[in-house]
């Protein structure tokens, strides 16, 4: 389906030859219309047939079609497209009419009107992504254009020499801005006939009815039954829409998943329709993937609305959607309400899950593949689509980051694949709408077709939180909405907040507890009792204290799992780098692995496979060996499982040390190393705080003891760096790392430390961070210059500790702060000297100034380019160029420089540079500045010459000699004051 229909193809759209009232509007128009020959001159024909046009448009609006029921949804789509374009025509037309323009044409006049054609022009269609407002702005642009084209055609016309000058301007006033006005209006007037009969219609334009806003999507449900073709959906398309509404029914939660007497609301019942944001992907750059992306995006809360707008309008037929959102917010279930709430007889929603179709199948057998799936029987696509009647075919691809992580193969242009698809399927006669999710984090360089919508769906409010609360409460004992609230983070994703009221369901001690609790106590508390009930599960007798045992070596292998995702950087991990990690840290399972349909499982499924706040992702190869990776539903219960291991660790160490030999001079570090040498600690504020609150508790002087000892030992040859290796590194990179963060542990455990706590000089200081330098990232050196605070200490040299809180730091702060974390001597004074000039401009300023000031006046130019091209604001531009005008440098070349040409300028130092080119006889060309008796003109000049009238003279002078009479403006008269 075209995006956009001209008038030409919406009246043939709308019925063609046969219809009478087409048939009656081609007669008007001389049989032009529907040979596609109308141009303007019939249009210009029409001012005295224009009533009868119009009548006739309006009949064809309130006529789509003889029965809009009984016909497909495509149909009807179709047939509401193309009355909103002969709608859009109509309103300019009755704009037109209400002028009462009365212009003779004679034969003479054919040819020169016959190049504008405004009846085959594209006309624009509402997006259900845009609000209304901006819908209509796009409108206005067209009926502006259009009454530029009227008035340019009438200028051409015989009987506009015969017009003296005021009737010139009122006919070009009334076609170029009275006409396009009253047009939009007569737009909205007409659109809301229009809405008031189909419902789609206003829904395309984003104008809700008013009525209340019922959850679970039960408003799109409503909505679209009124829109309803009334036929009689295919069998296999009821028995899907029977499976689809069987969800609403299911509880959130599997039994076997509940703990004894808890109750579990059904989807329907505590389903949430999430907030959203929408964009098309061709109005901003193609980067969903990053946060700052949406910053300047709309919130909404109504999806009903614009799912209604969108999946009853030709855009969706042309790209997909594509669904974006973060573990545990809800898009896979969203996919879920959608398939339940479609009605059957309009739409054939084929629901895919991506995890469960081949990772090497095309989209065609992708959708085969769930197809098969659903029913039980294989089905091609060519037929489902075929026996879909008049529904239109809407195919939901669930999970597509998926595939993406599970694979780890690039497939960027998926979503244009898809769109290609969907152009062929237009050509074929079988449309078909195509939805798409993946997580936000998953979908960087993705290639957007243009049109293609992008919804990121959001967190939840607080009133969301209470209204979920509300239905949870009904069923369970009440769980305070002012509790949960406290930990915005867990209780914003709809996953994390059953699984906080799941906790508290049990003993209500998450309530009872979490004034006294930190937020390590609470994750804390969090894993143990679901790690408790999954081992637990098993029915084996155990003592309390096998039990505890056993629960903590469940938390030891999903910390595990944590630290592989933080030693590569990354927010997943796949399942055989989980049992890799397992069997080199923990000595559990093998790290070699069969495969085959009977392969047992390994201890990467064994630890993941039964938490959900684990979020797994699977793809399946057509050997049937399933890919998977797995990541934390919150990042943050991740961060507190490194935290956690790291300072196990740490105390095992410590334990130890203290049974070694005295003989000994260190305990073996080994697996300390391997765990803290792959990734700096200052990389994750989280973990850091959560390592912080592990110290308050323990013995800080004893562990810190422990780990100056060790860094002590850092020149000494390393015995061994242990087997694990999530990543390859060279051996400094290694002990880079590793020497760094022992060094945090340090100042973790003592707050601050002076240089000989940490047994260092300050040459050793110099050394060490020097080193940290050309072994880390630039990402992990930068995050070490942000968290570390040195200051300089006259009796013991310095002193280090952390930063209270890491905020976001500019570059130019990394660079002037990193001097004071290396003590380099050079780079202080330095760093010194240009402070007071740094703390106002960035660095790239900062230089090109002080460049400047170094150099000659008559060698400034280049300096000068410098200062342009940096991030500069332009008034110091002007300020720098002005003091250099007229003082031997090269003037010209200045003026090229400085914006503006000069008109803007009104400080002393541009009115000065202004006098000095004229006394030196400047030639003030259009070319480089403005004229000086414009320029002097300028009443903003005015409080300059007030503070300087030694260069009222010089002005009357510099005036005279370019050949004209200057006077001072005069100070503007105050008012009267008020009378009593």
């Known amino acids: ?206 104008i809700e009815d008013g009525r209340s806003v019922r959850k679970a999507l039960v408003r799109l449900e409503d909505v679209l039954r009124e829109t309803t073709a009334d036929l009689v959906p295919e069998l296999r398309l009821a028995e899907l829409a029977g499976a689809y509404r069987g969800a609403l029914s299911r509880p959130l939660v599997k039994a076997a998943e509940v703990p004894e007497g808890v109750r579990i609301p059904s989807l329907a019942d505590a389903y949430v329709d999430p907030r959203f944001q929408v964009v098309i992907g061709t109005e901003q750059g193609a980067s969903p993937s990053l946060l700052a992306w949406w910053d300047d995006v709309a919130v909404h809360d109504d999806l009903h609305a614009y799912l209604v ?18 573990p545990g917010s809800g898009k896979s279930v969203l996919t879920e309400m959608l398939a339940a709430r479609l009605p059957a007889s309009d739409f054939a929603v084929v629901r895919v899950e991506l995890r469960g179709t081949p990772v090497d199948a095309d989209l065609k057998r992708q959708i085969e593949h769930g197809l098969h799936t659903l029913l039980h029987e294989p089905v091609s696509w060519a037929e489902f689509s075929r026996k879909a009647g008049g529904a239109l075919p809407v195919v939901v691809l669930d999970g597509f980051d998926e595939l993406l992580q599970s694979t780890g193969v690039s497939q960027s242009r998926y979503l244009t694949v898809i769109a290609e698809f969907q152009q062929t399927l237009i050509g074929m ?41 509300d239905v949870w409460n009904a069923v369970n004992t009440p769980l305070p909405a002012q509790t949960v609230l406290q930990y915005p983070d867990l209780a914003s994703q709809p996953l994390l907040l ?84 397992l069997a080199q840290l923990l000595d559990l399972g093998s790290p070699e692995r069969r495969t085959g349909t009977r392969t047992p499982l390994s201890a990467g499924e064994t630890v993941l496979g039964r938490f959900f706040f684990v979020q797994k992702t699977e793809a399946v190869r057509e050997d049937k060996t399933k890919l998977r990776t797995y990541e934390f539903l919150h990042a943050t219960f991740g961060e507190y499982l490194v935290a956690r291991f790291v300072w196990a660790r740490l105390l095992e160490l410590r334990e130890e040390d203290r049974a070694r030999s005295k003989r000994k001079s260190a305990a073996d570090d080994s697996e300390l190393y391997s765990v803290l040498s792959c990734a700096a600690l200052t990389t994750s504020k989280p973990v850091l705080d959560f390592l912080r609150e592990f110290a308050q508790t323990s013995d800080r002087h004893g562990l810190a003891d422990l780990v100056v000892r060790l860094l002590g030992a850092r020149d000494e040859t390393r015995r061994s760096r242990g087997g694990y290796a999530p990543v390859p590194l060279p051996d400094s990179v290694r002990d880079a790392k590793y020497l760094l963060n022992l060094v945090v542990l340090v100042l973790v455990l ?54 209270n809180r890491s905020p976001e730091r500019p570059a130019d702060w990394l660079l002037m702060a990193e001097p004071y974390v290396t003590l380099d001597e050079v780079s202080v004074t330095l760093r010194d000297a240009v402070t007071p000039l740094a703390s106002s401009q960035n660095i790239e300023v900062t230089a090109a100034l002080i460049e400047l000031a170094a150099t000659p006046v008559e060698n400034c130019v280049p300096a000068l380019r410098r200062l342009a091209e940096a991030d500069t604001a332009m008034e110091l531009i002007v300020i720098e160029g002005g003091t250099r005008l007229g003082r031997g440098a090269d003037d010209l070349a200045i003026f090229d420089l400085m914006p503006g040409a ?79």
């Open 429 to 469: 006669g079988r449309p078909a709408v195509f939805v798409v999710t993946s997580r936000i984090s998953v979908c960087a360089g993705l290639e957007l077709p243009p049109g293609t919508h992008v919804v990121r769906l959001l967190p939840f409010s607080e009133d969301q939180v209470r209204g979920w609360l």
């Open 309 to 326: 707008g969108y999946l009853t309008s030709p855009e969706a037929l042309s790209a997909p959607l594509l669904v974006l959102g973060d």
């Open 902 to 980: 000069g008109a803007g300028w009104h400080d002393v130092a541009c009115l000065e540079a202004w006098l000095r080119l004229s006394e030196q006889g400047f030639r003030f060309e259009d070319a480089q500045a403005a004229v000086l008796e414009d320029y002097l003109a300028n009443r903003e000049l005015q409080e300059v010459f007030q503070r300087r009238p030694d260069l009222v003279k010089r002005a009357r002078a510099a005036a005279a000699e370019q050949g004209f009479e200057w006077q001072p403006p005069e100070s503007p008269q105050s008012p009267p004051a008020p009378s009593h």
């Open 750 to 803: 003592r707050v601050s430390c002076h240089a000989d706590e940490l047994g260092l000089t300050l040459d050793d200081w110099r050394r060490l961070t020097l080193f940290w330098k050309s072994r880390l990232s630039a990402a992990e050196w930068g995050s070490v210059v942000t968290w570390f605070w040195v200051k300089r200490d006259t009796d013991r040299h310095f002193a280090v500790s952390l930063s």
């Open 498 to 581: 059953l699984m906080l009221a799941l906790y508290d369901a049990v003993d209500s001690s998450f309530q009872r507890d979490h004034l006294s609790m930190s937020q390590g106590q609470l994750y804390e508390r969090l894993l143990a009792r679901f790690a408790r009930r999954e081992v637990t599960k098993d029915e084996t007798d155990r003592s309390d204290a096998d039990l505890d045992d056993d629960v903590e070596f469940e938390l030891e292998r999903l910390s595990v799992v944590a630290l592989g995702m933080f030693n590569r950087g990354a927010q997943w991990v796949a399942e055989h780098q989980v049992t890799s990690d």
């Open 1 to 206: 389906m075209r995006k956009t229909y001209s008038y030409n193809e919406a009246v043939k759209i709308l019925g063609g030859r046969d219809h009478p009232v087409i048939a009656a509007m081609d007669k008007v128009l001389g049989g032009a219309l529907l040979v596609g020959s109308l141009g303007l001159w019939e249009v210009l024909d029409l001012f005295d047939a224009k009533p009868d046009f119009i009548r006739l448009s309006n009949e064809l609006i309130s006529k789509i079609s003889a029965k809009h029921r009984g016909v497909s949804r495509y149909t009807r789509t179709q047939q509401l497209h193309a009355a909103h374009a002969v709608l859009v025509m109509t309103a300019f037309f009755e704009a037109f009419e209400e002028q009462q323009v009365r212009v003779p044409l004679t034969l003479a006049d054919r040819d020169l009107v016959a190049e504008f054609n405004p009846w085959t022009r594209d006309l624009p269609l509402p997006s259900a992504g845009r609000p209304y407002e901006e819908n209509l702005w796009g409108l206005r642009a067209v009926y502006h254009d259009l009454g530029r084209v009227l008035s340019d055609a009438l200028t051409g016309l015989v009987a506009w020499d015969a017009l003296d000058e005021t009737g010139r301007d009122r006919l070009q006033h009334t076609a170029r801005l009275v006409v396009p006005a009253r047009a939009l209006e007569k737009y909205q007037e007409l659109l809301g006939q229009l809405a008031a009969e189909y419902p789609e219609i206003r829904f395309w334009c984003a």
